[in-house]
């Protein structure tokens, strides 16, 4: 069993083929980061017509990588959202003509559920649950229950801007290029500890929401009021780092605590990020519990994950008849069980 997996949720194009027994195939991706660099973020309309132009040529590379014809493929799985409605349409209209010319079943895909499965698939490690699932992403910032696939429940979520979202405005403020997460937490790393202190916020509260956006307030006025030298960007790029990573570590703790849980998985761009993941590693081995991350490369959007996910939903996804239906919103709590 085949799975040919498309992503085109937000800015960067991913194809995939995932096989039950073999696993990962072949694997492509087209960034878009070039074309919205200049505009310091993502450009809905820019988006959607590079999803067009690139979507045809990146399945056709896809299918010679894994040396596939399309008779070899058994089902299409599309994201179908969360996302910017005109780029999830690029995917899913495509997914829904391939599938068709093809005779195989279309599978429409959460893209936060892509992210969470693809820890589990693509590193080998069987499902662990119950869990908790932090996802932090550009566009979410959520803890999760996880009982089972399909089995989620919120436990909290940013009020605001989601973590990744906080990274790109304070790394754009500092002057970095969009998408900056991974560039301020490059320069992060010749920052000076503690030459500025950053706010944990809402940890002073019970509870397990989250908000980032007074972070970047905070980073402007810091910003503002100190020289604009490369070791003062670095400083401040490490303690917004901190006061982010620290967030998300304490509110973990309280999420593991609450549930009893004792099993954390990270997904979402920007479980990529080492600071984070280092310390979470170090908090769950102090409790003796368990933390599961991707690597690199897969915690990014992919079109891997979307397979992933497509495999495990094959047999369990929304019916949508033979019309086009993306859901640019969409909670994940509105999943059924698998
Ligand atoms: O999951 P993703 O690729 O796209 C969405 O679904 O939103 O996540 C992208 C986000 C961006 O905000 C990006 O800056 C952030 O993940 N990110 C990072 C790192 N790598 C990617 N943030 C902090 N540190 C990183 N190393
Ligand atoms: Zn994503």
Known sequence: MRVLGIETSCDETGVAVYDKKDGLLANQLASQFKLHAEYGGVVPELASRDH?????????????????????????????GPGLVGALLVGAIVGRALAFAWNVPSVPVHHMEGHLLAVMMLEGNLPTFPCVALLVSGGHTQLISVTGIGQYKLLGESMDDAAGEAFDKTAKLLGLNYPGGALLSKIAQQGVVNRFTFPRPMTDRPGLDFSFSGLKTFAANTIRSNSSDNQTCADIALAFEEAVVDTLVIKCKRALEQTGFKNLVIAGGVSANCRLRDKLTTMMRKRGENVFYACPKFCTDNGAMIACAGMVRLKNSADWGLSVKVRPRWSLTELPTI
Not at 52 to 80: C, F, G, M, W
Request: hydrophobic share 55%.
């Open 52 to 80: 067009v132009r690139k979507i045809i040529p990146l399945i056709q590379a896809t299918l010679k990588e894994a040396n596939l014809a399309s008779a070899d493929i058994n089902a299409v799985a599309y994201t179908a």
